[in-house]
């Protein structure tokens, strides 16, 4: 099934499994900004291992794709705020903000998919 362009695979009435790109597109210690279910979600490769948390940080909406990315931290440019990068979990932050969506990524071949 494709939608928008996109391979989707059903899983069950409740989860889907979406080709979001290719492992060559996210080499090691890259950020790949996508778009899952009209969310827009960061693909993180760290050694080899890949993740995928909402792109929009939850202090005021900056683009966490456009942010730094240190080991498994990711530090929204906007405001300093920092999330872990394997649970969107917030490290960081003089405030409180929640934390962020976190979706299982699973590797086929070459293909990157994430499941919603």
């Known amino acids: 099934m494709t939608r928008n362009n996109l391979k989707i695979i059903k899983l069950s009435p409740f989860m889907a499994r979406i080709l979001v790109g290719k492992t060559t597109e996210v080499m090691p210690g890259q950020m790949k900004k996508v778009l899952v279910d009209e969310n827009e979600v960061v693909v993180i490769n760290i050694d080899g291992n890949y993740y995928a948390i909402n792109d ?12 730094k990315l240190d080991g498994c931290t990711i530090t929204c440019d906007w ?14 932050f003089p405030g409180e903000i929640d934390d962020l969506r976190s979706y299982d990524v699973v590797i086929e071949s070459d293909n990157i998919f994430v499941e919603t």
């Open 56 to 67: 929009t940080c939850s202090h005021a909406g900056g683009s966490l794709s456009e942010g």
């Open 79 to 92: 405001h300093g705020a920092q999330f872990e990068c394997n649970s969107g979990k917030l490290i960081k």
